[in-house]
Nanobody, 115 residues
Framework: QVQLVESGGGLVQPGGSLRLSCAVS????????MGWYRQAPGKQRELVAS???????NYLDSVKGRFTISRDTAKNTIDLQMNRLKPEDTAVYYC?????????WGQGTQVTVTA
């Protein structure tokens, strides 16, 4: 059974940084695409960043230049480096992976940006 487990969330001040990590129970290259989504209270879940099996990345406009998605093949993780965090980045962040017809989700990790 495929499992995605997020870690690295927490409380940070505006302008600070956090690094989220998604540990994958199977080879990360078995996914066509993997990404990080977020959902703030009262809002729809949105795609923050994605990376394809070929390494192509895409970002939500509001995080471009601040967030970086990457793969760590040694650890079999998908990471999200978040810099210059803003209060509006506060949300539960979810790791996602698409493999064939299957769509896998982690349990989420809370990121709170506040002074």
């Amino acid at each position: 059974q495929v499992q995605l487990v997020e870690s690295g969330g927490g409380l940070v001040q505006p302008g600070g940084s956090l690094r989220l990590s998604c540990a994958v129970s199977t080879n990360i290259f078995s996914f066509v695409i993997m990404g990080w989504y977020r959902q703030a209270p009262g809002k729809q879940r949105e795609l923050v960043a994605s990376i394809s099996s070929e390494g192509t990345t895409n970002y939500l406009d509001s995080v471009k230049g601040r967030f970086t998605i990457s793969r760590d093949t040694a650890k079999n993780t998908i990471d999200l480096q978040m810099n210059r965090l803003k209060p509006e980045d506060t949300a539960v962040y979810y790791c996602n992976g698409v493999a064939g017809w299957n769509n896998y989700w982690g349990q989420g990790t809370q990121v709170t940006v506040t002074a």
